[in-house]
Each structure stands twice: as structure tokens, then as C-alpha cells.
């Protein structure tokens, strides 16, 4: 495995200040969770610990080696024990650039809070950002990785910053066709995605709570779509709430590759399980991907073009 050459001035690897905790119900489980976010020492990075359950599964690195394909949410297993719909945090851990955070929960799931990555954004300023003595490390994409599907596809292509596009298009007029593309960063991500909730279709309601899942769902925690009406009154916090959303979870998954990434990402219809097969993928390519420190000033990355597919496919988020 290859290491970039270190930057003179580098960016330094990145806590919390202090600790800070919140409580609220599983999206999926219902369950009522209390979890608490703790200042972590350099090289830690993002670690899970189940303090309901004893035992060496209680405690799990938020990496791709964890990681699980799963409806709809992001799921971590380690001996059996399980932490599901991590994505939002890890989103804002990841927009905030927060290299080493261990996060005790009192359930197998991360609370919904209302459905987007706000709430922890939250928590993350209240309990301030403290830069630690130790360089930051990315991981850099050499060469484009990509998986696949029929009218999805989740690419990873190098670039001088970390940067995201998404395409979606839906059916229901009320989603339709939405495009975005941003480079991620701290003031950006707090303004421009973190508030993008979670959605899903009224019809679908029922069938996931036969799977065991959304049974903690409800309209202060996502956006529900009726055919081509939202049924939240308070309607969409941006016009393109749907597509927003989408990049925010894409943020969370590929922190699971265990470092910021230095590179584009582009994803067109895919969801949590895609994504997570993509880390895997790059991860398991050592020629797709180098170590690197990230200098302080760093240069945009330029707009990578895309195209949607016509053919709309419905999923829910």
C-alpha cells in the first residue's frame, strides 16, 4: 500500500471538546435510545459502544469491515451485536470533518432525532471541535471504482477534494427529477445538506412494518409522500429536499471506509446497500486508492458532469 507525501502544513486529526448526549426513538426499532458522543484520543477513530450489552461485540468501529448490506439504513455487526441507521451521524461527524469520537448507545440503533443530520451537527458545535496533535489521514482516490445496477450506479473518481454529485427521479411529482452537486465542507454542509430529512411513500408504511422496520417513523421524523402530495404540513426545508438528503446519507456511508476521502463521488439512484459495496470495492483494491495528509489550503474540485438516466425509478430513502 502506497502513502502520499506529507504537505508541509497539514490539516490535524480532529475530536470533540467535550462530551455531549441526546435521546429519541429508532427510525426502525421504535426503541427509546440514549447516546452519548466522548472526545476521543488521535487514531481512535469512529467507534460504537452497545452499553446494554456486555461482551467484546459491544464495542464496534464504524468501518466498512463492520458494515452489513440492510434495508434502507446503514447497519454495523460485530459477534452478533448490531447498530443500525448510522448514517446521519456519521454524516455529520463526516461533514464536520471529526476524526476520533466514540459513541456510547443504550440500544441497537442510532435515534432518529427528525430525520436529518441537524440535531447532530448540533451536538457537535455545542460540544466544540478540538484539533489534536497527529496529521490527518485520506484517503485518495487513484482511479475510478464503481458498482452498477440496472439504472443505478455509485462511482468513486479521483479529484483534489472531496466532492459529491446525485441524481435522482422519481414518479411522484412530488420528487420528480432532481440533480446536485457540492464540495464538502464544514460551512457548506451545515447549511446546504445537514437539514435534509428522510423520506419515504405512505403506501410503503405498512409493508416495512412487517419487516420490523419505520415502526419509529412518523411525520416530525421524515418527509412522507401521498402519491404526489407531502403530507407534512410544515412542507420541505429546501426545494430539493429529496436530493439533498441522498448526498447527506452518501456522506455517511463512505466513512466507512475509515477516513475522509479525496475524491468525487457520483451517484445515480443508489442507496445504502450500493454505497457500502462501492467502499467495499475500493477498499479492496489497493490499487484504486493511496494514504494522504491534506494540506491546509486546499484547491475545489472541479464539477464532474453527469447525465441521468430517463426511465424513473420509485425507492424510498
Given at each position: 500500500?502506497?502513502?502520499?507525501?506529507?504537505?508541509?502544513?497539514?490539516?490535524?486529526?480532529?475530536?470533540?471538546?467535550?462530551?455531549?448526549?441526546?435521546?429519541?426513538?429508532?427510525?426502525?426499532?421504535?426503541?427509546?435510545?440514549?447516546?452519548?458522543?466522548?472526545?476521543?484520543?488521535?487514531?481512535?477513530?469512529?467507534?460504537?459502544?452497545?452499553?446494554?450489552?456486555?461482551?467484546?461485540?459491544?464495542?464496534i468501529p464504524a468501518t466498512w469491515k463492520y458494515a452489513i448490506e440492510s434495508p434502507l439504513c446503514t447497519t454495523l455487526v460485530k459477534d452478533g451485536v448490531k447498530i443500525a441507521t448510522i448514517e446521519h451521524l456519521m454524516s455529520a461527524l463526516a461533514g464536520f470533518g471529526i476524526d476520533n469520537c466514540t459513541?456510547?448507545?443504550?440500544?441497537?440503533?442510532?435515534?432518529?432525532?427528525?430525520?436529518?443530520?441537524?440535531?447532530?451537527?448540533?451536538?457537535?458545535?455545542?460540544?466544540?471541535?478540538?484539533?489534536?496533535?497527529?496529521?490527518?489521514?485520506?484517503?485518495?482516490?487513484?482511479?475510478?471504482?464503481?458498482?452498477d445496477e440496472e439504472n443505478r450506479s455509485g462511482i468513486l473518481s479521483p479529484g483534489e477534494d472531496f466532492s459529491v454529485s446525485f441524481a435522482i427521479d422519481f414518479e411522484s411529482q412530488a420528487i420528480g427529477r432532481q440533480e446536485l452537486y457540492m464540495e464538502v465542507r464544514a460551512n457548506r454542509y451545515k447549511q446546504e445538506i445537514s437539514r435534509a430529512r428522510t423520506?419515504?411513500?405512505?403506501?410503503e408504511v405498512d409493508q416495512m412494518r412487517k419487516m420490523g422496520l419505520a415502526r419509529g417513523g412518523s411525520l416530525d421524523n421524515a418527509i412522507v409522500i401521498?402519491?404526489?402530495?407531502?403530507?407534512?404540513?410544515?412542507?420541505?426545508?429546501?426545494?430539493?429536499?429529496?436530493?439533498?438528503?441522498?448526498?447527506?446519507?452518501s456522506i455517511g456511508d463512505l466513512y466507512l471506509a475509515g477516513a475522509p476521502i479525496v475524491g468525487h463521488y457520483h451517484g445515480v439512484r443508489t442507496g445504502h446497500a450500493q454505497t457500502y459495496r462501492l467502499v467495499h470495492k475500493l477498499m479492496n483494491d489497493n490499487s484504486a486508492?493511496?494514504?494522504?495528509?491534506?494540506?491546509?489550503?486546499?484547491?475545489?474540485?472541479?464539477?464532474?458532469?453527469?447525465?441521468?438516466?430517463?426511465?424513473?425509478?420509485?425507492?424510498?430513502?
Open positions: 500500500m502506497k502513502t502520499a507525501t506529507a504537505a508541509t502544513r497539514v490539516q490535524k486529526q480532529k475530536t470533540l471538546k467535550s462530551a455531549i448526549n441526546c435521546s429519541g426513538v429508532g427510525l426502525h426499532s421504535g426503541d427509546k435510545v440514549i447516546m452519548t458522543l466522548h472526545p476521543a484520543a488521535p487514531g481512535t477513530g469512529i467507534v460504537f459502544r452497545r452499553t446494554d450489552v456486555a461482551g467484546k461485540g459491544a464495542v459513541i456510547d448507545i443504550s440500544a441497537g440503533e442510532v435515534p432518529v432525532m427528525d430525520g436529518s443530520a441537524a440535531p447532530f451537527v448540533f451536538l457537535i458545535e455545542c460540544a466544540g471541535v478540538l484539533e489534536q496533535n497527529a496529521p490527518k489521514r485520506a484517503i485518495r482516490i487513484l482511479k475510478e471504482v464503481r458498482d423520506f419515504g411513500f405512505l403506501h401521498n402519491g404526489d402530495e407531502i403530507m407534512n404540513e410544515s412542507g420541505l426545508r429546501y426545494a430539493n429536499e429529496f436530493v439533498r438528503h441522498k448526498i447527506l446519507d486508492w493511496e494514504w494522504a495528509t491534506l494540506p491546509i489550503q486546499q484547491a475545489a474540485t472541479p464539477r464532474s458532469s453527469f447525465t441521468v438516466p430517463e426511465r424513473a425509478v420509485a425507492a424510498t430513502a
